[in-house]
């Protein structure tokens, strides 16, 4: 699919709201051509679609032999923001790797370009957390408006995604000790000695990489977004797998609507398509038809019969992001 | 998930300057693209035979690199599903047919702890 | 050292129940002579000391192709339960990977054989963890007396061991991310994202390392194992550093000692020394006067005027032990 | 903590068997002894030159293995400390003097996940 296809794709599933990243979907990225910009905007007009947000990354690690300074790290903030102004996005991912000096260094510059930079608060992550909370006493006390939350919504797998478990049965893990896997993820078990465990049930690499897995996933109540809505601009609405009944097997979104309901949420929830990874082995990948099944589905958890929402189909619909 | 799209199915040939060797098509094992001093390595092992970094080029849109320039490069980069050219010097010119080919991308990715990147191999007839 | 010094050592410490590795100190092993026993059960006499445990271990993976059936790990167990024997034990401590099912099988040689196999229950397991619930399961379900626990005393590690945060200084680790590892251990905050958190700091080896630390070491309260205390048959008191205040530095032995003192427990501590690694670099081990400190804290604690006590001095001073 | 022990300073010396080449001892770095099936690799490399696996070989106690005997053998162990010779060839004699030996140990052991071992790396004096 051209970038020019995902925006069409995303419109006609009404999701209106597009994400980009940059360096994925832009060759030349940093340096964006006026011709590509005037396109961007005529696809924008065409397809009835805005700018939702972009993603930045940072490249502390640029160079092999050295860290980027803080300095550095603040230009390549600004670089990003300016893109996302020629863009006509308001919002800004900002990556999970960026400190919180980073943040506050960045912010007056995001402020006056009148764009708004999000951490995204990405699993294994969440709101009581030494790095979070460092990011949260950072926009609480500078009080700047351009700094924020972007909760990745992979931080609530309830559920053991079955895309991934069912690949690793193909891979060869042992029936038993996937089960263990899931079962012990399912009941918010203990993982941190499950590599272990596994490993003296005669686990092989992929019962490993399954136990590995386990340790990345996280669940946690989502109404804890609520005490920090005002923070919370752009939802990255991850997803591993919609069913032919229209839920996702993992992430309870009937229980994450309601919350940011109810705490006045307004921004828009991107579509984030993971489960294509696992799947592609053994199956034609559909991630068009994923992501439209989740807008439907936030249609109907929003109570709307008209399938147009506010939500954004991210472009990368195709592919894998943090 | 990318790993199986590093070695292209098409365009394994001679190489242009009539060299003993070759060039396989690459791509980059990520869902960005990565200025080139993020590259660490693009390793090839040829029909089982390790080649010499000092042996290989990589060029990304008509840009031509040898290994020890990547590391600083910082104002190129190799985009995502860009094919690049790894060209390729052997001792004795390639036998006509099929080869095996395979290639290791080593990448510096920020976010990482660990390097990221993938490998990839696979039969490749040598386009006459 | 040889090994006849390491029990003349644990004796002059008044440690006279001797715990021993056969396969640390025994040349031959699985094999025995008797003239070896004989030499052993003699300087058992000569330095008043007696065998109060052996350590097995169980090589699942001893061939490269495959692992061992159940009948052969159980052959393994008996193997050493019979060495045990010769060598005047009652105790043989079960290495963590032994699975419920082959102590279930190996319990009735066990018991004939008058041993007890006791897991050694070491971080980051703990009671409530499945691999420990499914040994329990099999130790309650058969009451069998020759099946029990061992615990390690490396699962009530309170504070971060300072010769670990020490070393990694001296290896080249950033004050300010040891500080960060140290702190975030020590309040018991979440170990889970913290190499993570390393690396966007621009950790290096030596950082990573010690965060890797961290998520190893467990603190929980001692009082769990009075839950347990029936099937309490030996105490492996580990330890990485005696100040010479005469405390350990990591692990609160004087309200662990409590603990087992109001459970009735009446079996043997045993040393098991693990800071020699952390500070060979750069100061000289003493890793006998560590033990002799360590038994000196003992008697304190159990109020004890005469230093000959019940504890035991493990043989492998000079080495680590899992 | 056992990695420093690996290559022993002394008994650094050309082969008993007049062939070119040498021996040099070598301790596991472990804390037990370990049956031979369980020792994954004794790799050598020599002034910066890898040598062949199968140009090597561990005697332990007397009882000599090649590296591909190893993994069947279940009856014999390397004991903890204990000084093992791993004999190697190599094309020309040895020439007198220093040398630089890098040993790497890899051991399977059954509690642990990853690979166990360790390596080392010391300068040594041919004896003469
Ligand atoms: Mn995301
Ligand atoms: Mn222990």
Redesign the pocket.
């Known amino acids: 699919m051209s970038l020019e296809d995902c925006i069409r794709a995303a419109a006609d599933c009404g999701a209106l709201g597009i994400e980009v990243i940059p360096e994925q979907s832009i060759p030349g990225y940093p340096h964006l051509t006026d011709e590509f910009v005037d396109t961007w905007h005529g696809w924008m007009q065409r397809y009835g679609t805005h700018t939702a947000a972009t993603d930045l990354f940072l490249d502390t690690k640029r160079h092999p032999d050295r860290w980027l300074t803080l300095e550095e790290q603040v230009a390549s903030i600004r670089q990003d923001v300016d893109i996302a102004v020629r863009l006509g996005a308001r919002i800004v991912r900002a990556i999970i790797n960026t400190s919180p000096e980073v943040m506050a260094a960045a912010a007056p510059y995001a402020e006056e370009a009148g764009v708004r930079l999000l951490l ?1 608060v ?1 699993a294994p992550f969440h709101y009581e957390h030494p790095w979070i909370l460092q990011h949260l006493e950072v926009m609480y006390r500078t009080g700047s408006p351009a700094l924020g939350l972007m909760p ?1 919504m ?1 931080t609530y797998v309830r559920r053991f995604p079955r895309v991934v478990s069912e690949r690793a049965l193909r891979d060869g893990a042992k029936p038993e000790l996937v089960d263990l896997v899931v079962r012990t993820y399912d009941e918010h078990g203990d993982t941190h000695a499950l590599m272990d465990v596994v490993h003296y049930r005669g686990g092989g690499p992929a019962d490993f990489g399954l136990a590995r897995q386990a340790t990345h996933y996280i669940w946690s109540e989502p109404k804890a977004m609520l005490d920090h809505m005002p923070l919370i601009g752009h939802v ?1 609405a ?1 997803f591993y797998e919609m069913t032919d009944e229209g839920v996702e097997y993992s992430i309870p979104y009937d229980e994450i609507v309601p919350v940011l309901v109810d705490g006045g949420f307004d921004g828009h929830l991107s579509s ?1 398509y993971e489960g294509n990874r696992h799947v592609q082995d053994a199956f034609p990948v559909d991630s068009v038809e994923q992501v439209r099944r989740q807008h439907a589905m936030f249609a109907r958890l929003l109570g709307e019969q008209d399938p147009v929402l506010p939500g954004a189909g991210q472009t990368t619909t195709g592919t894998g ?2 | 998930m990318f790993d199986q799209y590093i070695v292209c199915e098409e365009g394994f040939r001679a190489r242009d300057d009539g060299r003993a060797g070759g060039v396989v098509e690459v791509r980059m094992p990520y869902y960005r693209g990565l200025t080139l001093s993020m590259v660490e390595a693009v390793d090839l092992v040829l029909d089982g035979r390790p080649v010499p970094p000092a042996d290989t080029t990589l060029t990304v849109h008509g840009n031509t690199y040898a290994p020890d320039q990547l590391g600083r490069t910082t104002d190129d980069r190799w985009e995502m599903g860009e094919r690049a050219q790894l060209a390729f010097l052997t001792d004795e010119p390639l036998a006509p047919g099929e080869h095996d080919v395979a290639v290791a991308v080593r990448l510096r990715i920020s976010y990482m702890p660990v390097p990221g990147g993938g490998r990839d191999r696979k039969r490749l007839t040598l386009a006459s």
Chains 1, 3 share one sequence.
Request: no cysteine; aromatic share 0%; proline share 0%.
């Open positions: 995204e990405h990745d992979g990255q991850k984030e992001s943090i």
